[in-house]
T-cell receptor, first 113, second 113 residues
């Protein structure tokens, strides 16, 4: 059974700092890995999706990497802004049957002005 | 593109009553819809997977008679919490699969009093 772990559980950084969020998964036979942002009491916003054959994806100040062999993914946020404050979730897709997602517990990011 | 509209966003109901949550895919056909539940400071836990025109598949420990899922069309899936109890109070989110990724509804905060 796939297990997804995110470290750290919470992170506080000053505005402008670059930061890295970590995600690890136990079963390397994934279909893809996706990073989401969740604001308090809200749904999920998709940030980046990395297919199993890809190594990284970039969107603006965000860069996500994937290393299937080590069971790891990272989300790099450059030049952090207070508006980046949210909980970031990573989710691995099993790729079997219904392609269901397994989520980590998330990293709560606070960017201090 | 690929928007899922979820309603209601918040609902308060009395113990013993039933509540229906709707998710509509606005600009794509969601042959598969996933339903998640999220407790405070926890990650999303998959409750069930629904496929258009067939019975939903429930995860272990989820009562199918309590959480009724209907996916009668390619654009609408509903979750009905029957005979709700305070322990059913949670944040419920639906998700539709499109292309290689997933798009999520904005969630429903259910409070049972």
């Amino acid at each position: 059974k796939q297990e997804v772990t995110q470290i750290p559980a919470a992170l506080s950084v000053p505005e402008g700092e670059n930061l890295v969020l970590n995600c690890s998964f136990t079963d390397s036979a994934i279909y893809n890995l996706q990073w989401f942002r969740q604001d308090p009491g809200k749904g999920l916003t998709s940030l980046l999706l990395i297919q199993s054959s890809q190594r990284e994806q970039t969107s603006g100040r965000l860069n996500a990497s994937l290393d299937k062999s080590s069971g790891r993914s990272t989300l790099y946020i450059a030049a952090s802004q207070p508006g980046d404050s949210a909980t970031y979730l990573c989710a691995a897709s099993s790729g079997a049957g219904s392609y269901q997602l397994t989520f980590g517990k998330g990293t709560k990011l606070s960017v201090i002005p | 593109g690929a928007v899922v509209s979820q309603h209601p966003s918040r609902v308060i109901c009395k113990s013993g009553t039933s509540v229906k949550i709707e998710c509509r895919s606005l600009d794509f056909q969601a042959t598969t819809m996933f339903w998640y539940r999220q407790f405070p400071k926890q990650s999303l836990m998959l409750m069930a997977t629904s496929n258009e025109g067939s019975k939903a598949t429930y995860e272990q420990g989820v009562e199918k008679d309590k959480f009724l899922i209907n996916h009668a069309s390619l654009t609408l899936s509903t979750l009905t919490v029957t005979s709700a109890h305070p322990e059913d109070s949670s944040f419920y989110i639906c998700s539709g699969r499109f292309n290689y990724g997933y798009t999520f509804g904005s969630g429903t905060r259910l409070t049972v009093v």
